[in-house]
T-cell receptor, first 117, second 115 residues
Framework: AQSVTQLGSHVSVSEGALVLLRCNYSSSVPPYLFWYVQYPNQGLQLLLKYTTGATLVKGINGFEAEFKKSETSFHLTKPSAHMSDAAEYFCAVTPFILTGGGNKLTFGTGTQLKVEL | KAGVTQTPRYLIKTRGQQVTLSCSPISGHRSVSWYQQTPGQGLQFLFEYFSETQRNKGNFPGRFSGRQFSNSRSEMNVSTLELGDSALYLC??????????????FGPGTRLTVL
C-alpha cells in the first residue's frame, strides 16, 4: 500500500521568506506524486505533479518540488512567500500501476500554511 | 470551459435518512472520482467511475454507492446516514483517468451535515 506523510500540520512563515512543506512517501514501486492546494471553502487545485523524467518539477504560482528517490521525499518549496499563499496544502500519491487503470489518490493529512506580515 | 460543478453545495440531513449528491465533470472528461474530507480522517478516496462503470473503490461501507450516466455526470448516494458521514464530499474529473498523464480537476464540494 502506498502512503504519504506530511511533516508539520501547521507551518508559519513571514511574507517574503522561503516556504518549505515536507512530504515523504512510502511505496514499493515508483509512484506518481502530486501537490494540491485548498483555499477555504473551495475544492483542491493542482500545484504540480511528478510522473517521470526531470526530478525538479515546477508548478503554478512559483512553487516547485523535487523528487528524491533516495530520501523518498517530495518537498514543496517557494522562494518567497506571499500573503495569498495562505492555504492548506496536500501531498498525494497514486500508484504507478493500478489494476484496471484509473485514479486513486492517497492524500497526506495536509499542512496549513500561514503567512505573516 | 466550465469547471467541475457539484450540487447542492450545502446539505443538512438527519440520521437514518439518505442523500444523493451530484457531480457534473468538465466537458469531455470521462473519469469521475469521489473523495470524502473530514477533520479526523482527512481526504479519503471513495470510488471512481469511467464509462458508466465503477473502476476503483475505496474502503467505505456499502451504504456509500455511486453511478455514472452516459453523459459522464455522476451521482453518489449515502443511505442510512450516520453522524460520522458529516463531511465535505469532493468530486474530481479527468479525461481518461490515467494517473500519469491526466490531471484531476476538483469541484468545490458538497458540505453534508448530519444531525
Amino acid at each position: 500500500a502506498q502512503s504519504v506523510t506530511q511533516l508539520g500540520s501547521h507551518v508559519s512563515v513571514s511574507e517574503g521568506a522561503l516556504v518549505l512543506l515536507r512530504c515523504n512517501y512510502s511505496s514499493s514501486v515508483p509512484p506518481y506524486l502530486f501537490w494540491y492546494v485548498q483555499y477555504p471553502n473551495q475544492g483542491l487545485q493542482l500545484l504540480l505533479k511528478y510522473t517521470t523524467g526531470a526530478t525538479l518539477v515546477k508548478g503554478i504560482n512559483g512553487f516547485e518540488a523535487e523528487f528524491k528517490k533516495s530520501e523518498t521525499s517530495f518537498h514543496l518549496t517557494k522562494p518567497s512567500a506571499h500573503m495569498s499563499d495562505a492555504a492548506e496544502y496536500f501531498c498525494a500519491v497514486t500508484p504507478f500501476i493500478l489494476t484496471g487503470g484509473g485514479n486513486k489518490l492517497t492524500f497526506g493529512t495536509g499542512t496549513q500554511l500561514k503567512v505573516e506580515l | 470551459k466550465a469547471g467541475v460543478t457539484q450540487t447542492p453545495r450545502y446539505l443538512i440531513k438527519t440520521r437514518g435518512q439518505q442523500v444523493t449528491l451530484s457531480c457534473s465533470p468538465i466537458s469531455g472528461h470521462r473519469s469521475v472520482s469521489w473523495y470524502q474530507q473530514t477533520p479526523g480522517q482527512g481526504l479519503q478516496f471513495l470510488f471512481e467511475y469511467f464509462s458508466e462503470t465503477q473502476r476503483n473503490k475505496g474502503n467505505f461501507p456499502g451504504r456509500f454507492s455511486g453511478r455514472q450516466f452516459s453523459n459522464s455526470r455522476s451521482e453518489m448516494n449515502v443511505s442510512t446516514l450516520e453522524l460520522g458521514d458529516s463531511a465535505l464530499y469532493l468530486c474530481a474529473s479527468s479525461l481518461e483517468g490515467r494517473g500519469s498523464t491526466d490531471t484531476q480537476y476538483f469541484g468545490p464540494g458538497t458540505r453534508l451535515t448530519v444531525l
